[in-house]
Nanobody, 124 residues
Framework: VQLQASGGGLVQAGGSLRLSCETSGYTFSRYSVGWFRQAPGKEREFVSVIRSGGNTYYADSVKGRFTISRDNAKNTVYLQMNSLKLDDTAVYYC???????????????????WGQGTQVTVSS
């Protein structure tokens, strides 16, 4: 199982970015795929997840600004990030889980496979 995150970059506050997580090596449609982020000096935190059935969940800090979606034909999950804030600056990671349960969607250890991170920097 491989995950490849891309789409990060430098953007001004209020701007937008779309992250992509391309996956391979497994039956994509059966897995939940989430995004986590880690800012310097901080712990990795949950951002969003889209479960295999299509249900989506968000951290309160990004709700209403970020949208997660999946394209099963392309084995890819997207994270559309709008109205970006300085606090959104972090390395963003995508991760996959086949057995994710609702009570554990925010727990990084419940995700079996991780991609490399992509840096998102929001400037003032």
């Amino acid at each position: 199982v491989q995950l490849q995150a891309s789409g990060g970059g430098l953007v001004q506050a209020g701007g937008s970015l779309r992250l992509s997580c391309e996956t391979s090596g497994y039956t994509f449609s059966r897995y939940s795929v989430g995004w986590f982020r880690q800012a310097p000096g901080k712990e990795r935190e949950f951002v969003s997840v889209i479960r295999s059935g299509g249900n989506t969940y968000y951290a309160d800090s990004v709700k209403g600004r970020f949208t997660i979606s999946r394209d099963n034909a392309k084995n890819t999950v997207y994270l559309q990030m709008n109205s970006l804030k300085l606090d959104d600056t972090a390395v963003y990671y995508c991760a996959a889980s086949k057995t994710l349960i609702l009570s554990s969607i925010r727990t990084s250890s419940q995700y079996n496979y991780w991609g490399q991170g992509t840096q998102v920097t929001v400037s003032s």
